[in-house]
């Protein structure tokens, strides 16, 4: 069975810092593209950053981007995302995805395997 386990996740005041881990496991093949999606209460789930084994290049959402650092550890089939400068509106459950081929999509449907999320609340 395929496992994404995402950690990490808490409470954190507003300027405050988090990182976030989402190990995959349970298949042999690579995971190719691996990503960070939230979704906060009555909202839909939105595209965070992803990053791509080949060449490792990354894409940020726009509201992220000089804020939040996604990077993996391929040894480990492991993705983090460093956030920092965490604003109120950055509250949600963050959800880890994969798909074992190299996309550049910021679409949910676009990513076959999914974690359980994870909580993160920004107090202002």
């Known amino acids: 069975q395929v496992q994404l386990v995402e950690s990490g996740g808490g409470l954190v005041q507003t300027g405050g810092s988090l990182r976030l881990s989402c190990a995959a496991s349970?298949?042999?093949?690579?995971?190719?593209?691996m990503g960070w999606f939230r979704q906060a209460p009555g909202k839909e789930r939105e595209f965070v950053a992803a990053?791509?084994?080949?060449?490792?290049?990354?894409d940020y959402a726009d509201s992220v981007k000089g804020r939040f650092t996604i990077s993996r550890d391929n040894a480990k089939n492991t993705v983090y995302l460093q956030m920092n400068s965490l604003k109120p509106e950055d509250t949600a459950v963050y959800y880890c995805?994969?798909?074992?081929?190299?996309?550049?999509?910021?679409?949910?449907?676009?990513?076959?395997?999914w974690g359980q999320g994870t909580q993160v609340t920004v107090s202002s």
């Open positions: 990053i791509r084994l080949s060449g490792g290049s990354t």
């Open positions: 349970g298949r042999t093949f690579t995971w190719d593209t």
């Open positions: 995805a994969a798909v074992p081929r190299p996309i550049r999509s910021l679409v949910a449907a676009d990513y076959n395997y």
